[in-house]
Every structure is written in C-alpha cells, then in structure tokens.
Nanobody
Framework: MQLVESGGALVETGGSLRLSCAASGRTFGISIMAWFRQASGKEREFVAA??????TTTYADPVKGRFTISRAMSTVYLQMTSLKPEDTAVYSCAARNNLMGTVRTGRDYDYWGQGTQVTVST
C-alpha cells in the first residue's frame, strides 16, 4: 500500500491549511490512519488519528480544537486552523492494520507517507 501526502505550504500565523493523504493499493486492511509530525531537531509526535470504518477520532492536546482529521473514500485529510509557529514540522500520514493498542505510537503503524512540509511564519 502507498500513502502520498500533499498540501504542505508556508502560511502565516493564524492561517489555515488542509493536508491530504491519498491511500492506494491494499487499503481494505486498514484499521486506523493518523497524522504525525516532526519538527527539526525534535522527536516525531502524534497529531491525530481516525478509525477507518467507524470514523472515531483522537487528537493530541496541542492541536485539539484547531485541527480536524477526516476521511473521504481512500483519502484522509487534516484541516489545520489557527496555525502557530510551533506547528512548523514535516507532517506524515501513517496507516496500520491492527486496532489493538494506542493510536499514538508511531512504531505500531505499518505504512508511512513521505511527508509534507508545513511552515508557519511569525
């Protein structure tokens, strides 16, 4: 299965962006899809996740109320509003087949996209 992200850009503080992650190939086995981000010099961190069939969502505290994850067909979106400079990072989408365990752990995901850069200027 392949994951391809798009939508990253340079945006001003307070602005909005929508990231897309298109899944192709063996998508029938997907249980959860998520967005992670990694800022320069920092560890990768969980952003948001959505269950493939039920649409249950989970968010990291720093993005609650500002970011929304959704799915339409085989594409997962991350709508980001009220962006802050600390949101600057490479955003990657991930998919997993297993429903067990926490959705926040990157090592539990089976497939990853290449990432898309989001830069929020001051």
């Amino acid at each position: 299965m392949q994951l391809v992200e798009s939508g990253g850009a340079l945006v001003e503080t307070g602005g909005s962006l929508r990231l897309s992650c298109a899944a192709s190939g063996r998508t029938f086995g997907i249980s959860i899809m998520a967005w992670f981000r990694q800022a320069s010099g920092k560890e990768r961190e969980f952003v948001a996740a959505i269950t493939w069939r039920g649409g249950t969502t989970t968010y990291a505290d720093p993005v609650k109320g500002r970011f929304t994850i959704s799915r339409a067909m085989s594409t997962v979106y991350l709508q980001m509003t009220s962006l802050k400079p600390e949101d600057t990072a490479v955003y990657s989408c991930a998919a997993r087949n297993n429903l067990m365990g926490t959705v926040r752990t990157g090592r539990d995901y089976d497939y990853w996209g290449q990432g898309t850069q989001v830069t929020v200027s001051t």
